[in-house]
């Protein structure tokens, strides 16, 4: 008989097992930027994280911030400079100009600062919903749902949404989901991609959601 779907009473279980799971994992360099809750660094290294592997992404963000750390000092910097900085992050040229257009457009419209609303973030040059929810979560403690590739295979692999697209798993998420795992939600998923959920061939034979987990659209797997 086919497992069913997790449901919202299995979400409970879901975290706990997830946080066993991340308990077990070495933080990578980039949780550093993460810890501080600046919200200028986390927007900027999730600019730079964007089809970036992790330690990539962690190392470009160290170069760039031990350089120009706050939005002044980035709005100074010649283009190229930041984009030699960010090398070999993925489209390094194209964040390092939306780098810039971010700092200059924080200095022009916000005083310098980081906005707190979703909105306004998303006004920004190369923010959309993902990095915008970040931040939120992260720097100022809204709760928001950062779905990124993991959250939204997870989470349908799970069944515990059943959509197509991330804005999709997204409003799905916040119906299923209590308030208060809004936020750690997408840490706790990507921790587990990244270890156990891989996109292809999971590690389903030993994987702590294995008992209750439908595998939906798991064709591979060891």
Request: charged share 25%; aromatic share 4%.
């Amino acid at each position: 008989m086919a497992k069913r779907g997790l449901q919202s009473r299995d979400v409970g279980w879901l975290v706990r097992r997830l946080r066993r799971v991340r308990e077990g994992v070495r933080p990578t360099t980039l949780a550093e930027v993460e810890r501080t809750r600046d919200p200028f660094r986390v927007l900027v290294a999730c600019v730079i994280s964007l089809r970036t592997k992790d330690a990539v992404t962690a190392e470009a963000s160290a170069r760039l911030f031990a350089v120009a750390g706050k939005p002044a000092a980035v709005a100074a910097l010649p283009e190229a400079r930041i984009a030699k900085l960010i090398f070999p992050a993925g489209f390094y040229r194209t964040k390092a100009r939306q780098i810039r257009a971010i700092a200059r457009q924080l200095l022009e419209r916000h005083g310098g600062a980081v906005p707190a609303e979703r909105d306004a973030l998303l006004e920004l040059p190369g923010v959309g919903r993902k990095t915008a929810n970040l931040v939120l979560g992260l720097s100022f403690a809204k709760p928001a749902i950062c779905v990124d590739t993991h959250v939204h295979r997870i989470s349908n692999r799970l069944g515990l949404v059943r959509t197509t697209t991330p804005t999709e798993t997204e409003a799905a998420l916040e119906r299923v989901l209590p308030r208060r795992y809004w936020i750690d939600i997408n840490d706790l998923l990507v921790t587990f991609g990244q270890q156990v959920c891989h996109p292809t061939s999971p590690r389903c034979a030993s994987c702590p959601l294995g008992s209750r987990c439908p595998r939906l659209g798991v064709t591979r797997s060891r």
